[in-house]
């Protein structure tokens, strides 16, 4: 039998919050680091934007969350990617 949505928060209830303290804590660091050096970096403000997007993702009510994470964070596809990855 499936499990209800109650029981499936119920058992990752503090696993998810744990994550999330993790992440909010990460950007804190991250921030209060930019107000005492010098801005991002160019690839480090595009990664950024990333994690921006990403939260974005993980609060919208879409069914595809975990697909769309995904997309968000891999390279598109190329069809010579052997030939670029050397294999």
Known sequence: MPRTADQ??????????????EVAATLDRIDRAAE??????SAQ???????NAAIEICGSDSP????QLQQLFSRPYQVDWRKTMQL
């Open 8 to 21: 499936i928060l119920e058992e990752s209830f503090l696993d998810v919050r744990a994550k999330l303290l």
């Open 36 to 41: 005492q050096t010098s801005d991002l970096s």
């Open 45 to 51: 403000f595009d990664r950024r934007a990333q994690v």
């Open 64 to 67: 595809r969350r975990a697909e």
